[in-house]
């Protein structure tokens, strides 16, 4: 079965720091798609990023990056710099090669105060 | 294009009564998707469909239904609506497994 765990339930964090979200899965085939997804208070589903298994290089887009490794089975998202309107819920999701299902994460909530 | 669009944005029902969900999707994707989303909590896929005319049980499948007749629509329906489907509904859509884009979210109460 796949699993998406996001241990962290809530963050809070000032201004500028910069925060990172984890994100632990497990699934037993070897083709797999990983996913980011923001939803801010407004409540609509915002996509961020997909990275498949056979692609383990971090990806940075602004201030935004994504550390994928297999070998512990993380897919990490770090905001640097954060800002007030980066607060809202981020989702980790997973789905298979031939997956019609993404499974999510509970997500994390993400404060930013200024 | 609008993307997936969902109505109503919200709805307050009473126990016992029906509705139906409206979706559609103007990008020709073949996957559709609902999903609902408990207070604090993630998304559970309610039932997906792979094409028109093929439908597929989620997660969380009792108390709905759902038709796919053509590509751009997928409703779902909800009978004998009950407390326990007081939720955040979501509808979305791929092409296969690049990623779903998500329609705004139907918020339904029942009462």
């Known amino acids: 079965a796949q699993k998406v765990t996001q241990a962290q339930t809530e963050i809070s964090v000032v201004e500028k720091e910069d925060v990172t979200l984890d994100c632990v899965y497990e699934t037993r085939d070897t083709t797999y798609y990983l996913f980011w997804y923001k939803q801010p208070p407004s409540g609509e589903l915002v996509f961020l990023i997909r990275?498949?298994?056979?692609?383990?290089q971090n990806e940075i887009s602004g201030r935004y990056s994504w550390n994928f490794q297999k070998s512990t089975s993380s897919f990490n998202f770090t905001i640097t710099a954060s800002q007030v309107v980066d607060s809202a819920v981020y989702f980790c999701?997973?789905?298979?090669?031939?997956?019609?299902?993404?499974?999510f994460g509970a997500g994390t909530i993400l404060r930013v105060k200024s | 294009n609008a993307g997936v669009t969902q109505t109503p944005k919200f709805r307050i029902l009473k126990i016992g009564q029906s509705m139906t969900l409206q979706c559609a999707q103007d990008m020709n994707h073949n996957y559709m998707y609902w999903y609902r989303q408990d207070p604090g909590m993630g998304l559970k896929l309610i039932y997906y469909?792979?094409?028109?005319?093929?439908?597929d049980k989620g997660e969380v499948p009792n108390g709905y239904n759902v038709s796919r007749s053509t590509t751009e629509d997928f409703p779902l329906r909800l009978e004998l609506a009950a407390p326990s489907q007081t939720s955040v509904y979501f509808c979305?859509?791929?092409?296969?497994?690049?990623?779903?884009?998500f329609g705004p979210g139907t918020r339904l109460t029942v009462t």
């Open positions: 469909s792979v094409g028109a005319g093929i439908t």
């Open positions: 990275r498949n298994s056979f692609d383990e």
């Open positions: 979305a859509s791929s092409f296969r497994w690049e990623g779903q884009y």
């Open positions: 999701a997973l789905t298979m090669e031939y997956g019609n299902k993404l499974v």
